[in-house]
């Protein structure tokens, strides 16, 4: 199974743009699962989907998000992206970046997530 | 409000067996055999427990075991011990526009 790693800024001012990468490794973006998502989990509260990409560039948001949110794949780089514009605190959160299986099917493979603050 | 619901807590004694239900729609846990469960430490990311209803990824002890019927989803743990305190979430593909919904989570007291 592969590895996935997030990165990126930790701290962010409101109103900025999140960007988060997850990088792919012991395997190839484009074959070691058919969605790359990202998921979100506020302090204390439960996970929420933000949104998947499939290798074509297919993307599909969480509609509550939908308008700020772009998920993008870079298979060259076998890595993947999140923006998230004009966050605020409500955007403050563990990240993680989870690789699935077509339906979701299967063992899906987890980052171990990286948060992000959005604090004036 | 998650478009799964979970009771927020259950306890059971070292020992007992205890069951978590999720309930969703036929949009959801209904329509597809999809449905996973994760276990999650403070701090800590969410750990696969169950995926596909009822199968266990390698290494996950076969006192956890789930089914599904109807739009209800269910864990059990048999055989509580002290390391099952945790928090528990369940997890299922909702169709290829909505991906995937998960529950709100519940919190297992070992007593």
């Known amino acids: 199974q592969v590895q996935l790693q997030e990165s990126g800024p930790g701290l962010l001012r409101p109103s900025q743009t999140l960007s988060l990468t997850c990088t792919v490794s012991?395997?190839?973006?484009?074959?070691?699962?058919?969605?790359w998502s990202w998921i979100r989990q506020p302090a204390g509260k439960g996970l929420e989907w933000v949104g998947r990409v499939d290798t074509t560039g297919d993307s599909n948001y969480n509609p509550s998000l939908k308008s700020r949110v772009t998920i993008s794949v870079d298979t060259s780089q076998n890595h993947y992206s999140l923006e998230v514009t004009s966050v605020t605190a409500a955007d403050t959160a563990v990240y993680y970046c989870?690789?699935?299986?077509?339906?979701?099917?299967?063992?899906?493979?987890w980052g171990q997530g990286t948060l992000v603050v959005v604090s004036s | 409000q998650s478009a799964l619901t979970q009771p927020r807590s259950v306890s059971g004694s070292p020992g007992q067996s205890v069951t978590i239900s999720c309930t969703g729609t036929r949009g959801n846990v209904g329509g597809y055999n999809y449905v996973s469960w994760y276990q999650q430490y403070p701090g800590k990311a969410p750990k696969l427990i169950i995926y596909?209803?009822?199968q266990r990824p390698s290494g996950v002890p076969d006192r956890f075991s789930g089914s599904k019927s109807g739009n209800t989803a269910s864990l059990t743990i048999s055989g509580l011990q002290p390391e099952d305190e945790s928090d528990y979430y369940c997890c299922s593909y909702a169709g290829s526009y909505t991906f995937v919904v998960f529950g709100g989570g519940t919190k297992l007291t070992v007593l």
């Open positions: 989870v690789g699935w299986g077509l339906s979701a099917a299967g063992i899906p493979s």
């Open positions: 012991g395997g190839s973006i484009s074959s070691s699962a058919h969605y």
């Open positions: 596909d209803v009822s």
